[in-house]
C-alpha cells in the first residue's frame, strides 16, 4: 500500500486537492465488492431515463437502520489507512471567515443535491408514468423548485471560485478582493423573489401530495417506491421544505460574518447589506416553517402509525413522540406514546414486516390529569396519566425524559382546556380495544401493500425513539432543521488504529455518509438521537486535536475536524438542543442523571 500525502481534511473549492489518495492492490473479493457511484444526470428540460434506472440497477441501496453496528453499517470504499493520516497543515488561511465561507460551500453543495432528488430524480419517474398523475400538483411542485435549483447551481459555481481564489497558494498571505464572501451573496440576493413564490404555494403542494397519496393508488405506489430508492435518504416531504430550511442558514451565516468583521472590514457592507435584503425574507419564515413542519410531521406519523383515520386536521399539532413503559397485568413493557394539542395516543410496534404502530388507546386532553407517582415493581421515573375511567401507570428512561413528558403533558392540558369544544374528529379505532391484551389484532387492510416500505422507514424518528428508548418534541425537530451541516470528516472507530475520510452530511437526527460530495446517495447512516456527544477523554487514547467523540452504551466513533471552527460547529449542531453539562446528552432541556454504560 503507498500512500501519497494530503494537506486537506475537509475538501476544499480545489478538488484536485481535498482527498486522501490511497493505493491499495485488491483482493478478488475486494474486487467483487467495489463500489460504482453513478453521476447525477445533467438535467437540460429531458433526462436520460435510461441513465437513471441503469446506474440504480448497478447499485442496490444500503439498509439505513438505526440497530447496525457502524462496522456493519459502512461497508464503504478501500479508503481506509492502516496507520496514521499526516495532517500537514495548508498554506490556506486560518481566518474565521474563510472557514465561515467555506461551510457555506460545503452545505450548499449539499443542498443542491436534495433540490436534485425532486428537480431531476422524482421529476424523472413520474415522466415515465402516462396517466393517472396528479399532474396538477407535480406541475406546481417542479414550477417552484426548478427556478430556485437553476438559481442555486449559478451561485454554487460563483462560490466555488470565490474559495478556490480564497485558497489559491500564490496569494494565500495576501489580502484582498477574493479573501470576502459577502459580495457574492449580496449578489445573488436578488434571487428572492423566486423564494416568495415558493413560500407562498409549498403548503399547497403538501397539501395536495397528502390528497393525491391517500386517494390515488397509482400515485402512492410511485411515491413508495421512489423513497426505497437511495437516492431519497430522507421521507420525500423533507426535500420539499429544504429551501425554506435554507434561507434560515443563509441568514445564520452573514449573522456569523457580521459578528466576526469588524466594521470597517471590506467584507463587512456587502454583508450588512445581504443581512438586511435577506431579513425581509426570512422575517416570515420561522412561522411558515413551524406550520408546514407540523403538517409534514402529521403525514409522516399517519403512515407509521395504524389503527386510526384522520390524524392529519387542520388545527391538530403534534407535540412529542417517544418511549414510555406501561404498567399492565404483565409487568411493564414498553409502548410508544404520540402527544399532540388535543390528544394523546398510546402504541405498540407491530409484529408485521411493515413495522406500523398500532394503537391501544387514546385520551383527549381535556379530560386528562397526570400526576407523580411512586416507583413500583423495580420502575423509576414513573408517573400516572389518568383520562376518563382508565390510569396508566407509566416508567420514564430517566428523570430528564420523565420532566419533558410532564412538562408537555402539563402544558398541552391546560391549552386544551382552555381551548374548550373544538370540531377536532377523534381517532377512530375500528374494531380494535383499547385494552393492550388484544395486541396486534387489528390493523390497516393495506398492510400488506406496505410491508416493502419497511426497511425505508426503520430510519426514521419515529423508530430511532423506539430502538434507543428516547423521545423528541416539536420544538426538537425545528432546532433541527436550523442545525444542519456537512463536510469531510476523518473518522476512527474505537477499536481501529486508521482514519477514513468521509463526507458526512448532519440532517433529520442523523449523520449520513458518502466517499465524496460528488455521490449522489449515502452508503450508511447513523441515527443520533441516544447518542452523547463530547471530547476524547484520556482513556480514549486519541492524541490528535479537533476530535469529537460520538457514544451510545458500547457503541463509540471519533470524528476529526480540519480547524478549531470546523469542531466547534459540529458540536454545536450535533448538540444544538442540549443545555452544556460535562456530557451533553442529545435533544435535551435539562442535565441528565443517567450513566452511559460501557
Given amino acids: 500500500?503507498?500512500?501519497?500525502?494530503?494537506?486537506?481534511?475537509d475538501g476544499s473549492a480545489d478538488e484536485s486537492r481535498t482527498s486522501v489518495q490511497v493505493q491499495i492492490s485488491p483482493t478478488p473479493q475486494e474486487k467483487h465488492n467495489t463500489f460504482h457511484t453513478p453521476s447525477t444526470p445533467h438535467h437540460n428540460g429531458v433526462i436520460s431515463k435510461n441513465y437513471i434506472s441503469d446506474n440504480l440497477d448497478r447499485t442496490k441501496s444500503p439498509e439505513l437502520t438505526p440497530l447496525k453496528s457502524i462496522k456493519d453499517e459502512l461497508v464503504m470504499p478501500k479508503t481506509i489507512i492502516e496507520g496514521e493520516v499526516d495532517m500537514r497543515r495548508k498554506k490556506y488561511p486560518t481566518d474565521k471567515a474563510y472557514f465561515i465561507a467555506k461551510e457555506l460551500l460545503m452545505?450548499?453543495?449539499?443542498?443542491?443535491?436534495?433540490?436534485?432528488?425532486?428537480?431531476?430524480?422524482?421529476?424523472?419517474?413520474?415522466s415515465?408514468?402516462?396517466?393517472?398523475?396528479?399532474?396538477?400538483?407535480?406541475?406546481?411542485?417542479?414550477?417552484?423548485i426548478d427556478p430556485i435549483y437553476e438559481f442555486h447551481c449559478n451561485f454554487l459555481r460563483e462560490i466555488e471560485q470565490r474559495l478556490a481564489s480564497w485558497e489559491g497558494r500564490s496569494n494565500a498571505h495576501f489580502k484582498g478582493d477574493h479573501q470576502r464572501m459577502g459580495d457574492v451573496i449580496y449578489k445573488n440576493i436578488s434571487a428572492l423573489p423566486r423564494y416568495d413564490q415558493y413560500l407562498e404555494n409549498h403548503f399547497v403542494v403538501l397539501e395536495r401530495l397528502d390528497t393525491a397519496f391517500r386517494l390515488n393508488k397509482k400515485f402512492e405506489q410511485l411515491y413508495?417506491?421512489?423513497?426505497l430508492q437511495k437516492v431519497c435518504y430522507l421521507p420525500l416531504t423533507s426535500f420539499v421544505l429544504k429551501?425554506?430550511?435554507?434561507?434560515?442558514?443563509?441568514?445564520?451565516?452573514?449573522?456569523?460574518?457580521?459578528?466576526?468583521?469588524?466594521?470597517?472590514?471590506?467584507?463587512?457592507?456587502?454583508?450588512?447589506?445581504?443581512?438586511?435584503?435577506?431579513?425581509?425574507t426570512t422575517l416570515c419564515v420561522p412561522v411558515i416553517l413551524k406550520q408546514s413542519e407540523n403538517f409534514v410531521q402529521l403525514c409522516e406519523l399517519q403512515r407509521d402509525v395504524s389503527g386510526f383515520d384522520s390524524l392529519v386536521q387542520t388545527d391538530r399539532n403534534f407535540l412529542r413522540q417517544g418511549c414510555l413503559l406501561k404498567h399492565s397485568r404483565k409487568g411493564y413493557q414498553q409502548r410508544m406514546f404520540f402527544l399532540f394539542s388535543d390528544i394523546l395516543l398510546y402504541t405498540n410496534r407491530s409484529l408485521q414486516p411493515s413495522m406500523q404502530f398500532k394503537v391501544h388507546g387514546q385520551m383527549p386532553l381535556r379530560a386528562v390529569i397526570v400526576e407523580e407517582a411512586e416507583n413500583k415493581m423495580g420502575a423509576n421515573f414513573c408517573f400516572n396519566i389518568y383520562g376518563g375511567n382508565r390510569i396508566l401507570t407509566v416508567a420514564a428512561s430517566s428523570q430528564e425524559e420523565k420532566d419533558k413528558w410532564l412538562e408537555d403533558l402539563t402544558s398541552a392540558i391546560q391549552a386544551a382546556k382552555e381551548k374548550g369544544d373544538n370540531k377536532l374528529q377523534y381517532l377512530s379505532l375500528k374494531s380494535c380495544s383499547s385494552s393492550d391484551e388484544v395486541i396486534d389484532k387489528c390493523g390497516d387492510e393495506g398492510n400488506s401493500n406496505r410491508e416493502k416500505a419497511s426497511s425505508q422507514r426503520s430510519n426514521t424518528t419515529v423508530h430511532v425513539c423506539w430502538h434507543r428508548n428516547t423521545s423528541i418534541s416539536m420544538g426538537d425537530q425545528l432546532r433541527a432543521v436550523e442545525n444542519q451541516l456537512s463536510g469531510y470528516l476523518l473518522r476512527k472507530f474505537k477499536n481501529s488504529n486508521g482514519w477514513q475520510k468521509l463526507w458526512v452530511v448532519f440532517t433529520n437526527f442523523c449523520l449520513f455518509f458518502y466517499k465524496t460530495f460528488q455521490d449522489d446517495?449515502?452508503?450508511?447512516?447513523?441515527?443520533?438521537?441516544?447518542?452523547?456527544?463530547?471530547?476524547?477523554?484520556?482513556?480514549?487514547?486519541?492524541?490528535?486535536?479537533?476530535?469529537?467523540?460520538?457514544?451510545?452504551?458500547?457503541?463509540?466513533?471519533?470524528?476529526r475536524a480540519e480547524s478549531e471552527y470546523t469542531f466547534g460547529r459540529w458540536m454545536e449542531v450535533i448538540s444544538s438542543a442540549t443545555l452544556h453539562s460535562g456530557r451533553v446528552r442529545l435533544f435535551s432541556r435539562q442535565e441528565s442523571g443517567l450513566e452511559m454504560s460501557s
Fill in 1 to 9: 500500500m503507498s500512500i501519497k500525502r494530503t494537506d486537506d481534511v
Fill in 107 to 126: 452545505t450548499e453543495r449539499t443542498f443542491k443535491k436534495d433540490l436534485e432528488v425532486i428537480n431531476l430524480w422524482f421529476r424523472d419517474e413520474v
Fill in 128 to 144: 415515465k408514468e402516462e396517466d393517472e398523475m396528479p399532474d396538477d400538483v407535480l406541475n406546481l411542485l417542479f414550477a417552484l
Fill in 224 to 227: 413508495r417506491d421512489f423513497e
Fill in 243 to 280: 429551501p425554506m430550511q435554507r434561507l434560515l442558514h443563509y441568514q445564520n451565516l452573514l449573522d456569523r460574518l457580521l459578528n466576526h468583521y469588524d466594521k470597517d472590514a471590506p467584507d463587512y457592507d456587502d454583508c450588512y447589506a445581504a443581512q438586511q435584503k435577506l431579513s425581509e
Fill in 521 to 559: 446517495f449515502p452508503l450508511a447512516s447513523l441515527p443520533l438521537l441516544g447518542y452523547t456527544v463530547n471530547t476524547p477523554s484520556e482513556k480514549d487514547s486519541i492524541h490528535k486535536d479537533f476530535v469529537f467523540k460520538l457514544q451510545f452504551k458500547n457503541h463509540v466513533y471519533f470524528f
